[in-house]
């Protein structure tokens, strides 16, 4: 690439001044915010003007923290001690943790301040939020332990990267046929690269910390407001992949179990999403969210239990791996290609991984490091996993494995446990989001708080109830809102904020991964849906 990137922050003609910054005017401690700063602004041209805003949603960044920390199991419910997460996973950042808005103004701010930043204009500083006494709807302050190593990062990348995704790459090649496989590699390659880009994005100005702000910088309010609705719709929607994931994988153990009331009847599918929801419920009411962060911080062991143990039916078991399937099914590629475009859905946390490195240098090996690990057991779960079961492969390959086996229940129920750790780190930064448009009088009952998460929990379960088909609504999301989140946005912003200053190279591959984005999306969406539709009518 033509430009030096260690210099983008002196190309700039502005700066941002987050709430970081205005905490520390308002009396934070000076020292721990130096640190974190003296690299970013020894990049500042002498005469940039800085920018203030306070802009809906200001809990993102340190919600979005959960997905790369980990703390000893301290448990409290949301009438209790405020929600807080301690020490780290894989040991995160100061640096990110100085940074973080004071308890007191997270969840205070309007919706959408006034004044705001708009991407070419200077607006006088916002005016401090007012101070309450409550502080139970808010992050406690993280204390500061040592950063992230290459080594940490890339376990932290590889957990965001390989969730529930895994679990349909055969059911992908099933769509698609084996040539289909190679969309997996290109996707890697281009959400690796558009990943880097958000670095560069974060890189242009000091007060760049999260997603949204990229947003903010690169088109204003209606940029950020944008990109932090798309970014809490997707976690809103890997909510609902949860509850139907259970359910599918309950039912396959207990398929007999229903509950019959005589114009009420559920199968064994509605019965058990119901029973996970409420098993659920209790866990998104904690306000200490240490212990669900340590489970979920498994998830890369859980993701590797589960590849062992169909690699072990396939060969020690001896179900065995049988040519099958088709060169290529055009019918149904698009859904392959949602399918696909889900694996890689971890762009909302990268910004997160980056602040947490103790050599943000190392930051692109990271990346490459993560995706190529991901991909390869992508691409090793997809390949096996079809040769075991071809034409009969399901949207979850567990639902294919036969339980008389050890290996097979040790995978299903992993499969279970998993999502319940994972669902409440996933809404918690939706219902966050949702209590900073309220007023701060409600933000001192808990009662309201405990009402907005109950809310978001039993919508989730009315969506996968209505919509029980794990692979298409996949394969939806990712055709838009992951091509928008991993492929356009990246791209739009980085074209918007660095313009005038690419090379041709790099604005061509900019335009043709938006072109892709967009294409993508407009199909795998409209097949997605056609076959929902279908569904829903037979």
């Known amino acids: 690439m033509a430009p030096a990137y260690d210099d983008m922050g002196r190309d700039r003609a502005f700066e941002f001044e987050t709430d970081d910054e205005e905490n520390l005017a308002e009396g934070g401690n000076g020292d721990d915010y130096d640190s974190d700063y003296n690299t970013s602004s020894s990049n500042r041209s002498e005469g940039s003007q800085a920018f203030s805003y306070s802009a809906w949603p200001q809990s993102y960044r340190q919600s979005m923290d959960m997905y790369t920390s980990v703390t000893p199991p301290t448990v409290g419910f949301l009438a209790g001690s405020s929600l807080g997460i301690g020490s780290s996973f894989l040991s995160t950042s100061a640096q990110r943790r100085s940074s973080f808005p004071s308890s007191e103004q997270t969840l205070t701010k309007p919706f959408i301040s006034i004044p705001s930043v708009d991407k070419e204009g200077i607006q006088p500083p916002p005016t401090p939020a007012s101070k309450h006494s409550s502080q139970r709807f808010s992050y406690q302050e993280l204390p500061l332990t040592q ?92 909510c609902v992949e949860y509850i139907i994931l259970m359910g599918d994988t309950l039912s396959s153990i207990f398929p007999n179990a229903c509950i019959d009331l005589g114009e009420v009847y559920l199968d064994s599918h509605h019965v058990f999403a119901i029973m996970t929801t409420l098993m659920i419920l209790p866990t998104v009411w904690l306000r200490d969210l240490s212990l669900l962060s340590y489970l979920s911080a498994g998830g890369v062991i859980a993701s590797l239990v589960v590849v062992v143990c169909l690699f072990w039916v396939g060969g020690i078991n001896q179900i065995g791996f049988h040519p099958a399937g088709t060169p290529l099914d055009l019918k149904n590629f698009p859904v392959a290609i949602g399918l696909y475009g889900f694996c890689y859905a971890g762009h909302s946390v990268f910004p997160n991984i980056y602040s947490s490195m ?123 809102l992951t091509m928008l989140v991993a492929f356009i946005f990246p791209c739009a912003c980085y074209l918007s904020i660095r313009r005038g200053q690419l090379s041709k190279l790099e604005i061509v591959s900019c335009i043709l991964i938006l072109l892709m984005g967009v294409a993508c999306s407009i199909i795998g969406s409209y097949s997605s849906i056609a076959k929902i539709l279908q569904k829903l009518g037979s």
């Open 147 to 238: 950063e992230c190593s290459y080594f940490q990062s890339v376990l932290n990348g590889i957990n965001v990267l390989c969730g529930v995704g895994l679990l349909s790459t055969p059911y992908a090649v099933k769509q698609g046929g084996w040539i289909s496989l190679s969309v997996l590699f290109i996707f890697a390659g281009i959400s690796c690269y558009t990943g880097i880009l958000l670095k560069r994005c974060l890189d242009s100005s000091p007060g760049l910390k999260t997603y949204p702000d990229i947003g903010q910088a690169a088109f204003g309010s209606p940029g950020r407001l944008m990109i932090a609705i798309i970014l809490y719709l997707e976690l809103y929607c890997c």
């Open 358 to 480: 103790k050599e943000p240098s190392q930051f692109p090996a990271t990346l490459v490091t993560s995706f190529i690990i991901v991909c390869f057991l992508y691409t090793g779960v997809a390949i096996c996993g079809f040769l075991m079961f071809g034409d009969a492969t399901q949207s979850q390959f567990t639902l294919n494995m036969p339980q008389k086996f050890v290996a097979s229940r040790i995978a299903v129920w992993t499969t279970v446990i998993n999502p319940l750790s994972k669902y409440a780190l996933t809404v918690t930064p939706v219902a966050l989001c949702l209590e900073e448009l309220l007023p701060p009088a409600l933000l001192k009952s808990h009662s309201v708080s405990v009402f907005i998460r109950t809310a978001l929990v039993l919508s989730t379960l009315a969506v996968a109830l209505t919509i029980p088909f794990f692979g298409f609504v996949m394969a939806l999301i990712g055709s838009i």
